[in-house]
């Protein structure tokens, strides 16, 4: 281990006060801002989650959102597990040709949500399907870890789903989601599992496993892939309200995060006022090489790939999320922060460059979300 990880590790561990603690700008919950939750390491981490909305014209869909700290404590996340019994849940192994291996822990009380005797069959089939979208396209050594379990809210915002990642490990100057740091360093990091996921069992679920949801309901498949994308690190930590990085070193995404698109200009090397400004400026991109490449070739073809960047900041959606208006089309728009449209099993090459920029290692020819033959 290097003298900045160790660093960074025993600046983290000083700072736990709970195993899972939940605080909002420096408060506990109860206040209705962005919340984060800490990791064993004490680690400050965002929660995202997708909510079930209607457009200016009263179409239904999802928008996916950072979670506030009372909805952090309704889903529970980040507290569902204990270490020493994470191996006496029921567990589903998925694995596509030549990709990673996602194991599922399904960490439900026995006879509710996954583990319920009626309908567990059929939830565990969509939350495998949505794995082997992941294993379909991701490569890997290490098993990724993912605890999934279905956990009822009383909040009034829709909350479909929620996730995050559950370890974050500093890696030459980056802090790694376990799940990547896990592929990096060919060896498991994490004990405790990579990646929660929380589903709303209230929400009327289309569990169909190509994503396509029938009107009025929402796709099961569609919205874990989306945030369990999230929770293997498609998430930024730049703070709306300081300028500043979440926990003072960059996640893998963060690195790429560039203002403008005529040259690398990386918002991490900026001042904080310029950060602020540029959060709202309409003119953030992603600039990793294979995102470059990518963008250039997909059916929307610009320099770089556009990140949502809107003048009024949205908390989680924006920066965390490609854009809305360039990228609605799902064949790249997996990882805008609102669907309105039918949903898809299928990862886009947008989503899947930005993943290889990261670190991860993509499957050769894997098949994505449809590019149009040129």
Not at 18 to 37: E, I, K, L, R, Y
């Amino acid at each position: 281990m290097s003298m900045l990880r160790r660093l960074i590790s025993a600046l983290a561990a000083a700072s736990v006060l709970a195993f899972w603690t939940v605080s909002v700008n420096g408060q506990t919950a109860g206040a209705g801002g962005p919340g984060v939750h800490v990791t064993p390491s004490g680690y400050r981490v965002p929660v995202y989650g997708m909510s079930f909305v209607r457009n200016t014209q009263g179409r239904p869909g999802t928008t996916c959102a950072r979670l506030t700290a009372p909805q952090i404590e309704i889903t529970r996340l980040g507290r569902s597990v204990a270490r020493a019994f994470v191996d006496s849940y029921p567990r589903s192994s998925v694995r596509a040709a030549s990709g990673v291996t996602f194991e599922i822990v399904y960490t439900d009380a026995p006879g509710t949500g996954f583990l319920d005797a009626q309908e567990g069959a059929v939830l565990k089939r969509a939350m495998e399907a949505s794995m082997a979208a992941w294993s379909a396209v991701l490569q890997g050594t290490v098993p990724i870890v993912v605890h999934a379990r279905m956990e009822e809210g009383d909040d009034e915002s829709a909350l479909l789903a929620s996730a995050a990642p559950i370890e974050f490990f500093a890696i030459d100057g980056r802090l790694v989601p376990s799940a990547l740091a896990a592929q990096l360093t060919n060896a498991r990091q994490s004990m405790d599992g990579d990646v929660e996921v929380v589903f709303n069992p209230t929400v009327d679920w289309d569990y169909a496993v190509n994503g396509v949801a029938a009107a009025g309901k929402a796709s099961f498949v569609y919205v874990a892939i989306h945030e369990v994308a999230h929770g293997l690190g498609f998430l930024d930590s730049f703070s709306a309200e300081t300028g500043e990085l979440e926990n003072r070193v960059p996640y893998p995404y963060d690195v790429f995060v560039n203002r403008g698109s005529s040259g690398r200009n990386p918002l991490t090397r900026q001042s904080v006022t310029q950060v602020l400004e540029a959060l709202t400026s309409g003119d953030l991109f992603f600039a990793g090489p294979k995102s470059i490449e990518a963008s250039r070739r997909s059916i929307r073809p610009l320099p770089m790939v556009k990140l949502y960047a809107p003048a009024e900041y949205e908390q989680g959606s924006s920066i965390s999320h490609v854009d809305q208006d360039t990228y609605s089309d799902f064949k790249v728009g997996l990882m805008t922060p609102q669907d309105f449209g039918s949903g898809t099993d299928k990862i886009d090459i947008l989503t899947l460059a930005i993943m290889e920029d990261m670190g991860y290692r993509l499957v050769p020819g894997a098949i994505t979300a449809a590019v149009p033959r040129r």
